[in-house]
């Protein structure tokens, strides 16, 4: 079974709209992390913003934010005023507890075009 | 720049070939994690060292292997190479690979792999 799902293989934005990127996740571990990770045509992973499973708020970096709904083991990622230069692929990744090992596992990606 | 460093960036090589990846962690992170993007399969984690040993496995391939030496650098074997191993690969490191879940992983460029 998939620990990470991303269901939007692709996403289009007008810039400066806000745009959400979904993500769920599966796990029994009761202590787990959540990343969102960048990634530009240019190659390389930057991370964004991490969650904490036992964090009473939702974690939010400058324009990104984490829409985090525990019950319904969902992370979105939420961008506030889209840019030009944030159309890049967009990874969610979880981090488990001992049963996982710790180990960061990644969803398939959504691509993110943000239009002029 | 994440501080990761990884060599070559582009390795073009024939079938049945090895060739080996390098990585250079952030100063101080002890884990680090390999990693296989292909269009395919997404983001696979390969291996994990820490601090010198062997910590987690996973969708590592026998004709694969991997170090981390004394100086914390680590170095992707990769053997018998077949058209398949055409991808992007990824070193990660992070401070600790154990036991803490809030610590993002720093990823390096990559190295694109093509075999012909």
């Known amino acids: 079974a998939q620990k990470i799902t991303q269901t939007q293989p692709g996403m289009f934005v007008q810039e400066k709209e806000a745009v959400t990127l979904d993500c769920t996740y599966d796990?029994?571990?009761?202590?787990?992390?959540l990343f969102w990770y960048k990634q530009p045509s240019s190659g390389e992973m930057i991370f964004l913003i991490y969650q904490g499973s036992y964090d009473q708020q939702n974690a939010t970096e400058g324009r990104y934010s984490l829409n985090f709904q525990k019950a319904r083991k969902s992370a979105n990622l939420v961008i506030s005023a889209s840019q030009l230069g944030d159309s890049a692929m967009y990874f969610c990744a979880m981090r488990e507890g001992p049963a996982g090992s710790y180990i960061p596992t990644f969803g398939r990606g959504t691509s993110l075009i943000v239009h002029p | 720049d994440s501080g990761v460093t990884q060599t070559p960036k582009h390795l073009i090589t024939a079938t049945g070939q090895r060739v080996t990846l390098r990585c250079s962690p952030r100063?101080?992170?002890?884990?680090v994690y390999w990693y296989q993007q292909s269009l395919d399969q997404g983001l696979q984690f390969l291996i994990q060292?820490?601090?010198?040993?062997?910590?987690a496995k996973g969708n590592i391939l026998e004709r694969f292997s991997a170090q981390q030496f004394p100086d914390l650098h680590s170095e992707l074997n990769l053997s018998s190479l077949e058209l398949g191993d055409s991808a992007l690969y990824f070193c990660a490191s992070s401070q600790q690979g154990w036991g803490v879940l809030n610590t993002e992983a720093f990823f390096g460029q990559g190295t694109r792999l093509t075999v012909v």
């Open positions: 796990t029994s571990d009761p202590s787990y992390g």
């Open positions: 060292y820490y601090n010198g040993e062997e910590r």
């Open positions: 100063s101080g992170d002890l884990s």
